[in-house]
């Protein structure tokens, strides 16, 4: 806790990092939270003097206005006991009109009577009990444990204190947290010391569990460090004496607090233990006015930001399988000044002025609500596998595609800019990209190097825990559109429309010339399509069928009618929309070029040709040619080289364009022979829309 002689512990970190529904699952590891599972620290106003006893009413009544019943608080060994024992005989001073800051008895009267739970932490030793160096003697904590079972029997289940006070309805403490943090410099003995530490806690343990029996004790664990002394501790013989582990995990944003979690879950399976991680303080400073660091890890974030980080942790955490039983974030309401330590007066989560909550505040409320009336599971975080979409946590996703191969997204969790989500890019054949967003939520990924693709999907998500709907966004232009929920699981993204293919033949050489043959086609999912053929003479609408032809796509069929067709007749060829292969409902007339745009097909442009090409007394020839383009590449650029027999270096020879969906033939200025090879390879366009392409001849004659 910060403001017992505490070394300061979100700053430093981020310093150095710049009812039946309640009941337990069969698994100790998979328990519930009970319905206060979220809390707050309220030790600044209490004892810091910048709100007198007088005025916190209405902080502490908005807290409970908010859902949250559970304050974590010092039980202060210094307040209560401010003189040594005479001949063992202890005096206890629950009641301190004098110094009503440090009155026990008012704090757990002006809790009570608004029916909030206290959640004590044994901590303070009096000026007495210190000796040796340390901050409490070894000779002393016999006496820290008369302090401990003191303080049960006055204030627990069968206490003094509710007998002494008939009209207030008992709300006794279930746990006691035992010092703060007794892995850091804040362990009496100024540095991070199990064997101290387990030296003490067996007799502080037996103590109030004989004063309170059923409460549970638990041990006091920061973030530092925190994996060796755990183990040291349980080397020591924690377990048995300890009934859970009362965890400080300040990190930048909520992957890294989850982190710290799972950490801790691990080392106390590897011990040996299921006892539940009761996290009593996280938290962050925030900046009182501007749009804050861009990274938490490097300075104080917004309170917007600060707001999606604790609420998005503490739900994820209450729904996991880490057994985690409360989240209680540092502090209600802060001084607002430079009164506390490194700005931990700026954490609070209600405002100093009016004790109205601000945004970290009203999304931890809203969490806590949300909690009380509907608590569930089914997040894996600490276990083997993955959270089923259904379980997973909403995000919410604003996605502006506005350069062809990347999206930039701005993520929110309940309103506030989520801090560390990971917007994900996947294509069809399998790249993906990933970018962690900033303390605003935002970020753009783009896609990898590789084959050019015609659209990508893009989802916000926090592995395991939280996702947003997916969006799929086209390469050459147009939004990007929603194509699954956030808990549906993210579909496969669509491949390229085409499928390229170049065909190339040494058709002739001759003295320094040499005539290639090529065909560059773009095939799409439908690479056949069927017309239907019909002719409209002049002047009238009505039209005859002539019949029916499938022509490949790419490619120009010449079709012989049995039946004469005038200069003047129209012909119609038409194909029907074809939503399995995308192939859009297409038209030509005449000598006319007809087409559409293929949406089915991810951005093809169709285009349909229909020409006569000889009007017969009986028979007419029709030539139709159906090509499927993708904008921006009806002509592609290759580059020609000549690779001579018997060596491994190719000459370059020129470049050389070609159209889609068309037979050419190029000349070359070279002269070769039997045996040499001719490439066309054109190195691919994201722009365009066209992958590498490469075919070679072999000159045969």
Known sequence: MPFTRARPRAFVLLALLAAACWAAAAAPARAMPGPDYFALNAQPMIKLGFITPDRWGPYLDTMTAGGIRVARVDAGWEFAEPNAPVDGQHTYLWDRPDAPTQSLDLLARTLAVRGIRMLPVITTEP???????????????????????????RYGSNGSFWQENPGIAPVPPRDYEIWTEANSANMWTGRSDPDAYMAAMPGIATAIRAADPGSRVLASVGWPNFENFVRDIYARGAKGVIDGIAFHPYAPHAPAIMALVQRLRTVLTQVGDTVPIEITETGQPVVTSGPGASRAGSGSVTDAARAA?????????????CNVGAFGVYTLVGSESKLEPIGEGFMGVVRLADAQPNATGSALFAAAQRWRARPRSGIVLCGQGSTAPADLLGLSLDLEHQKPTCATGTVTYEGNPLEAAKLVLTVADGRTSSFEVDAHGKGEVCIPDGPPIWSFDVRAEVANVAASPTYRCPVLDGPCVIVARATDAPPTPQGAGCRWSLKTKVRSHRGA?????????????ASRVP????????????TTSLGRVTVTQGTTRTVTLKRRLRATDALVVTSTENTGTGVPGLQATGRTIGGATATGSEGCAWKLEARVIRHGAKRSKVRIRVACIPPGASTVRFVASLQRKGRTKAARLKAVTLRTGREQTVALRARVRRGDRITLEHAGSTKNGTPRISSTARVTR
Request: net charge positive.
């Open 513 to 525: 010339w040499a005539r290639l043959g090529t065909a560059l086609s773009c095939t799409p999912k």
């Open 309 to 321: 980080t604790q609420s998005l942790t503490g739900d994820a955490l209450a729904r996991s399988d």
């Open 531 to 542: 017309f239907r053929l019909a002719v409209r003479p002049r002047g009238t609408q009505r």
């Open 127 to 153: 000026k007495w009990a210190r000796g040796g160096g340390s901050r409490v003697a070894p000779s002393r904590y016999p006496d820290l444990a008369a302090f401990a079972g003191a303080f049960a029997a």
